[in-house]
């Protein structure tokens, strides 16, 4: 089954925060988050592996509560360089589940 | 460091065709796992190849088939296409023990 995510889309204005979110119906052993701009190739972005351990990338951080099944992503101070589908991935080996995405629109 | 690069980007066929989607990995890495992208969804895992052998595969039908090559490239063959087969067709490259995915651009099929 594959993650669900919340919103489905977000608009921002340049400098606003956001918080997308996953959850799962199955255990999790770690999450994964990418991002693909409209034309291009999903990126990598950060994994999470169990413990609740918290990661970050440039302004970008996520979380990971394995107890709940569910992580977060935080973008703080949205840039304009920040829009596009933000899609979390859970693995089940050798397989990557992804949600059906959240699209990011930043305006100036 | 080179990334992944598939071929072609588009390309049009029509129903009942056959169609041969090609892969070449990031170097160094040995797995070569294939997605499907409707339009506004999230890749859907077709299979995964390592050392030439499938080593995975998702809820798509045998029409859907691939290789691995010794290099490491990777071909999609899709037979007796169907108008759902329409999608973008991503190939992620990956070093076997870690699941950090390097996608392609992908190759957009239209089937018509």
């Known amino acids: 089954q594959q993650p669900v995510q919340s919103p489905q889309a977000v608009i921002l204005r340049e400098g606003e925060d956001a918080v997308i979110n996953c959850s799962s119906s199955?255990?999790?052993?770690?999450v994964h988050w990418y991002r693909q701009k409209h034309g291009e190739a999903p990126v990598f972005l950060m994994i999470l592996l169990k413990g609740g351990e918290q990661k970050g990338h440039e302004k970008i951080s996520a979380s990971f509560n394995e107890k709940k099944q569910q992580s977060s992503l935080y973008l703080t101070a949205s840039q304009l360089s920040y829009s596009g589908t933000y899609f979390c991935?859970?693995?089940?080996?050798?397989?990557?589940?992804f949600g059906a995405g959240t699209r990011l629109t930043v305006k100036p | 460091e080179t990334g992944v690069t598939q071929s072609p980007t588009h390309l049009i066929k029509t129903r009942g065709q056959q169609v041969t989607l090609r892969c070449s990995s990031q170097s160094g890495h040995n797995t070569v796992s294939w997605y499907q992208q409707a339009l506004g969804q999230g890749p859907q895992f077709i299979f995964q190849?390592?050392?030439?052998?499938?080593?995975g595969r998702g809820n798509f039908p045998p029409r859907f088939s691939g290789l691995q090559f010794p290099n490491y490239s990777s071909e999609l063959n899709v037979n007796a296409l169907e108008l759902d087969d329409s999608a973008l067709y991503l190939c992620?490259?990956?070093?076997?023990?870690?699941?950090?995915?390097?996608f392609g651009a992908g190759s957009r099929l239209t089937v018509l």
């Open positions: 199955k255990a999790l052993y770690s």
């Open positions: 991935g859970t693995e089940i080996t050798p397989d990557m589940r």
């Open positions: 992620a490259s990956s070093l076997s023990g870690a699941n950090v995915l390097t």
């Open positions: 190849y390592y050392r030439e052998e499938e080593n």
